[in-house]
């Protein structure tokens, strides 16, 4: 009777909780968009095709932003994805086992620092560099590209985008490290025994093997960069802007959010807020949602 | 003609030694099996035979092995080159996961970029599932995932991906020890055709069917070579008192 009733409570708390998160997101989705509804029928479609943000005359487009979130986390994915699977790489599959665990250690501590210190070390000593050594080898050696057009601020889209990139390795590195520890011996040994060499069976038996496991950790990757909000607000340079250029400033979702809320007096100017938040919600839900289901596919699909 | 001869070989798990001073010779095209009680070091035998054992961390190897008349143990010796004169297939299947029944068998060319034709592939493709018994079964769904394979379909596939690249020698450890009698039976039947096309040695303890597939019977103890011999006379006359009663069940 008693371990019953101990049963019931126990499993009531765990569906109280499980809903609860549930319910919280809602609520948090229904909120942003009943904040967001004189925004939405005010621009329309055109909230998301202007490029213009003029507060003076309350035109608010939010193309520029969704354009930098956008551009920030791809590079950012550019730059973080392939490191961290060689990071991944030589931790599971190279690294002699000393040092196993303390690079880890050191991968996951890089996770646990505030992006404000990123934001920091971006701002002082990577603007600098990308300004005067990082943008002008660029310009010199892929200059005909459209990327590398223009006078490299220091603070831009390639900063940002190299920040965040800093900021995902060791998310996508840590997942992808345990996705690859997780591919079996069997596996391994299978292919020595064919008279595969040690390369062979890291690219064609193990990554094969985890191919998407770690795709599903560049996709949680990306969905952190497309969240970031402090330390891409201190690189960006904030200006709204749409420029092909990597080199040019510009905003992000985050960062005009974070820029303006302090002082958005009138309920327009805060509904527009909402409904950045509200795109940025979604854009990242879609995404998260993508990683989960190639996650789910590959632990059930064996 | 001997296809194999062991010289002195020892072989360590860490500070653990499994294997003591081994000494035996393997004939050409023959069966050889390898029985003996759990934990006598049968399959760290197999696997000195293709230098998987020097694989596993802090394991060591010392000795001699010749294959025809090399050392496979020479310091020269690059062991993926045994590797491929030298074909296993393990206890439990293990095809790669991530490739189709096809590319599985053909996985022993995608190695150093090997550039073969669709027609070549399909070839091989074909010959060596004929030669594992499971062409008849797969034709139809060679790009099929292996996960939608019974556990001996799966076993025989990969025979026929050892068979593929064909290599001199098949080793095998205790290859239906996870599958039932009819799988089994087929596999046997395999066995005792391929012995045309290799020299196979076979690890079981099941020791029916070492009298049932092989040539020559090889009874390990502790990790020690306790006798060797033709399979008729080590079951119906052993010359060690160890050896009749390991066969006769009075251990094991
Ligand atoms: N990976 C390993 N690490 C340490 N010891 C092992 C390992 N594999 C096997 N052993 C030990 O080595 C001995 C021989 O094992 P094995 O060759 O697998 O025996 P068999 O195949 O005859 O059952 C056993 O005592 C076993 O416990
Ligand atoms: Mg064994």
């Known amino acids: ?302 | 003609m001997d296809k194999i001869r062991v010289e002195n070989l020892n072989a360590w798990f860490g500070s653990m030694q499994v294997l003591k001073n081994i000494n035996v010779s393997l004939k050409e095209k023959k069966i050889s099996a390898i029985i003996g009680p759990s934990g006598c070091g049968k399959t760290t035998l197999l696997r000195c035979f293709n230098r998987l054992h020097e694989l596993v961390p802090g394991a060591r190897v010392e000795g001699k092995i010749f294959l025809d008349n090399t050392n496979i143990y020479e310091k020269e010796v690059d062991p993926v080159m045994v590797r491929r004169r030298i074909g296993m297939v393990f206890q439990r299947p293990n095809l790669f996961n991530h490739m189709s029944i096809y590319d599985n068998v053909i996985a022993g060319y995608l190695l150093n970029n090997t550039k073969l034709s669709k027609e070549r592939k399909d070839e091989i493709v074909e010959r060596s599932l004929r030669l594992a018994g499971i062409w008849e079964e797969v034709k139809n769904r060679l790009r099929d995932y292996p996960s939608a394979l019974s556990g001996g379909q799966q076993q025989r596939v990969c025979i026929a991906r050892a068979l593929a690249v064909e290599p001199e020698v098949l080793l095998m450890d205790e290859p239906t020890s996870a599958l039932d009698p009819i799988s089994t039976y087929r596999i046997e039947e395999t066995i005792r055709e391929l012995k045309e096309e290799v020299t196979i040695i076979i690890v079981t303890h099941n020791m029916q069917q070492a009298a049932r597939v092989s040539d020559e019977t090889i009874f390990m103890y502790m990790g020690e070579i306790i006798e060797v011999g033709s399979t008729s006379q080590i079951f119906t006359n052993p010359k060690q008192k160890l050896t009749e009663d390991y066969i006769t069940g009075k251990f094991g």
């Open chain 1, 1 to 302: 009777m008693k371990k019953n009733l101990g049963d019931k409570i126990f499993k009531g708390i765990a569906l109280f909780s499980s809903l609860f998160v549930i319910l919280l997101v809602f609520f948090l989705f229904v909120e942003l968009l009943i904040y967001s509804f004189p925004s939405i029928k005010k621009f329309g479609i055109y909230f998301f095709i202007d490029k213009i943000w003029d507060p003076v005359t309350e035109r608010y487009g939010a193309l520029p932003a969704i354009y930098g979130t956008i551009v920030t986390s791809i590079l950012a994915l550019l730059i973080a994805f392939p490191l961290s699977i060689g990071i991944a790489i030589f931790i599971s599959e190279l690294a002699p086992p000393a040092l196993k665990r303390p690079l880890s250690f050191i991968i996951e501590l890089l996770g646990a620092i505030p992006s404000l210190i990123y934001g920091m070390w971006g701002l002082f000593s990577l603007a600098p560099l990308v300004q005067l050594k990082i943008g002008p080898f660029l310009q010199r050696i892929l200059g005909f590209l459209p990327f590398f057009q223009g006078y490299p601020l220091g603070v831009g889209y390639l900063t940002a985008g190299i920040v965040l990139s800093v900021m995902i390795i060791p998310t996508i590195s840590s997942l992808s490290r345990e996705i690859l520890m997780a591919v079996p011996i069997d596996q391994r040994e299978a292919g020595y025994a064919l008279g595969m060499t040690k390369w062979e069976v890291i690219w064609k038996i193990v990554l094969g093997n985890a191919r998407s496991g770690i795709f599903a950790a560049g996709i949680l990757g990306l969905g952190r960069a497309l969240g970031e909000a402090v330390a891409v607000t201190m690189v960006i340079g904030n200006f709204p802007n749409i420029s092909v250029s990597l080199f040019s400033p510009g905003v992000t979702i985050t960062s005009v959010i974070i820029n303006e809320f302090a002082e958005a007096a009138g309920q327009l100017k805060i509904s527009v807020l909402m409904e950045l938040a509200l795109v940025l919600f979604l854009i990242t839900f879609l995404i998260m949602g993508l990683a989960r289901y190639y996650i789910l596919k590959r632990i059930e699909g064996r």
